[in-house]
């Protein structure tokens, strides 16, 4: 059984952002059908949520492509103007992944 996940504000944030971004896309919708059951567990922050085991693989799928997307090329780590360059960013996703995996 998938244990309740505690999210700082700025988790939550990042993390209600990106699923109501997905469900104002129809195109994105149809991958991702338990949008509207994840967004109504993330709108009761600061309680702790359990996601179905369906919605963490959802979530989990979305995050791991947000980070190796934006992590940086060994080439242009030396410009702060690269996509990749946000680390506040990463560590939101790494720390959201870890959660994540630990309450499955």
Aim: net charge negative.
């Amino acid at each position: 059984m998938p244990l309740p996940i505690t999210f700082t504000e700025q988790e939550n944030q990042h993390l209600e952002s990106i699923w109501i971004t997905i469900q104002q896309d129809a195109q994105q919708v149809q991958y991702y059908p338990n949008v509207a059951s994840i967004i109504s567990k993330l709108q009761t922050w600061p309680v702790p949520v359990t996601f179905t085991e369906q919605e963490s693989r959802e979530i989990q799928s979305l995050y791991v492509y947000f980070d190796q997307k934006m992590r940086p090329f060994p080439v242009l780590q030396s410009s702060l103007l690269t996509f990749g360059q946000d680390q506040r960013q990463i560590y939101v996703i790494e720390s959201i992944l870890a959660k994540l995996q630990a309450a499955q």
